[in-house]
């Protein structure tokens, strides 16, 4: 039996993989290595990807996967990503075309939860601030009063494995966690509450909620008329969750005690206006651990080698999968 065609396009190529994972897909897959550390426009990226059957990509490859691509790749049959989220692939199309899509669920579960909390911690304790104040970056009238963290009301948006290890993470604390999800789930801490219940009831509301692809903000000028006053927003799942001009608006206006966000706003580094401390970008670094790349390099591995036998695991469906 002919064995499917892959490419696997990677920041280094054969580079990125141990020498032990680099024998298992040179064994085990008709690979092709493709090295691009700078993003490939959609002319290269469809010459260079067309006519094999399985394509294997990270983002820093291709930003946007969408119609016009999936066309032009002839021979399609499985694409693998090197991402946990999924909006910027067309599933859809995929799905209308029959070409399978895997991705790589868990690989940062851990690194994810863990920088939200230290966001939730950061903000508590005035982190940021105190460090800020130290080097005569602030001046002295910004208040390093903290916030003890029992007995305030974490609510989480999307309740994902990322949800769940957080509100694990958060439970020795004292707070009191809520969850909302577009699917109801089980769990014997976190209570499911409805979604404007949530946002007025919780002093740090966590943004952790899958993106749809094309999907409006979760977060408008709308939701952030009744969050709770003087409430924190953790956002370390995708940043057009939120309208940031309604979230800039709302800060201001005290509305909102302060926000974080893994991502860089421009819409925040050009606005001078802005109080110290009030609004954090991390830059998309919450995924970004020793520890992550090595699982995610691992689990990369495995699915392309399942896929290359005719075994695909983390095959995705549908959202919420």
Same mark, same amino acid.
């Given at each position: 039996?002919?064995?499917?065609?892959?490419?696997?396009?990677?920041?280094?190529?054969?580079?990125?993989?141990?020498?032990?994972?680099?024998?298992?897909?040179?064994?085990?897959?008709?690979?092709?290595?493709?090295?691009?550390?700078?993003?490939?426009?959609?002319?290269?990226?469809?010459?260079?990807?067309?006519?094999?059957? /399985?394509?294997?990509?990270?983002?820093?490859? /291709?930003? =946007?996967?969408?119609?016009?691509?999936?066309?032009?790749?002839?021979?399609?049959? #499985?694409?693998?990503?090197?991402?946990?989220?999924?909006?910027?692939? =067309?599933?859809?199309?995929?799905?209308?075309?029959?070409?399978?899509?895997?991705?790589?669920?868990?690989?940062?579960?851990?690194?994810?939860?863990? #920088?939200?909390?230290?966001?939730?911690?950061?903000?508590?304790?005035?982190? #940021?601030?105190?460090?800020? #104040?130290?080097?005569?970056?602030?001046?002295?009238?910004?208040?390093?009063?903290?916030?003890?963290?029992?007995?305030?009301?974490?609510?989480?948006?999307?309740?994902?494995? /990322?949800?769940?290890?957080?509100?694990?993470?958060?439970?020795?604390?004292?707070?009191?966690?809520?969850?909302?999800?577009?699917?109801?789930?089980?769990?014997?801490?976190?209570?499911?509450?409805?979604?404007?219940?949530?946002?007025?009831?919780?002093?740090?509301?966590?943004?952790?909620?899958?993106?749809?692809?094309?999907?409006?903000?979760?977060?408008?000028?709308?939701?952030?008329?009744?969050?709770?006053?003087?409430?924190?927003?953790?956002?370390?799942?995708?940043?057009?969750?939120?309208?940031?001009?309604?979230?800039?608006?709302?800060?201001?206006?005290?509305?909102?005690?302060?926000?974080?966000?893994?991502?860089?706003?421009?819409?925040?580094?050009?606005?001078?206006? /802005?109080?110290?401390?009030?609004?954090?970008?991390?830059?998309?670094?919450?995924?970004?651990?020793?520890?992550?790349?090595?699982?995610?390099?691992?689990?990369?591995?495995?699915?392309?080698?399942?896929?290359?036998?005719?075994?695909?695991?983390?095959?995705?469906?549908?959202?919420?999968?």
């Amino acid at each position: 039996m002919q064995q499917n065609k892959m490419i696997i396009f990677s920041a280094l190529g054969e580079k990125s993989f141990t020498k032990e994972q680099l024998e298992r897909l040179k064994t085990r897959c008709n690979a092709t290595f493709y090295e691009s550390l700078e993003p490939l426009d959609k002319e290269t990226f469809i010459k260079t990807a067309s006519g094999f059957d /399985i394509v294997s990509v990270t983002r820093r490859t /291709i930003k =946007d996967i969408d119609r016009e691509i999936i066309d032009g790749l002839k021979g399609l049959k #499985h694409l693998i990503i090197y991402s946990t989220g999924y909006e910027w692939v =067309d599933l859809d199309y995929l799905n209308e075309k029959n070409i399978l899509l895997s991705n790589l669920p868990n690989y940062c579960t851990q690194a994810v939860a863990e #920088h939200t909390v230290g966001l939730v911690l950061m903000f508590a304790a005035r982190l #940021h601030l105190a460090m800020d #104040h130290a080097r005569g970056m602030i001046p002295k009238g910004v208040s390093l009063r903290g916030f003890e963290l029992k007995d305030k009301t974490a609510g989480i948006i999307g309740f994902g494995r /990322i949800g769940k290890r957080v509100s694990e993470l958060l439970t020795p604390f004292g707070m009191k966690l809520l969850y909302y999800d577009i699917k109801k789930k089980e769990s014997a801490v976190v209570r499911f509450t409805p979604f404007e219940d949530l946002l007025k009831n919780s002093d740090y509301i966590l943004l952790l909620a899958n993106k749809v692809r094309n999907a409006p903000p979760i977060l408008t000028e709308k939701e952030l008329s009744i969050v709770k006053k003087d409430c924190f927003i953790i956002n370390t799942a995708r940043a057009d969750h939120v309208d940031h001009v309604a979230m800039i608006k709302a800060v201001k206006e005290k509305r909102v005690y302060g926000y974080a966000v893994d991502d860089i706003l421009p819409e925040v580094l050009n606005d001078k206006t /802005i109080e110290p401390g009030r609004i954090v970008m991390t830059a998309h670094t919450a995924w970004y651990t020793t520890e992550a790349l090595i699982r995610g390099a691992e689990d990369w591995v495995n699915c392309m080698t399942a896929a290359s036998c005719g075994q695909p695991i983390n095959l995705i469906r549908e959202w919420g999968d």
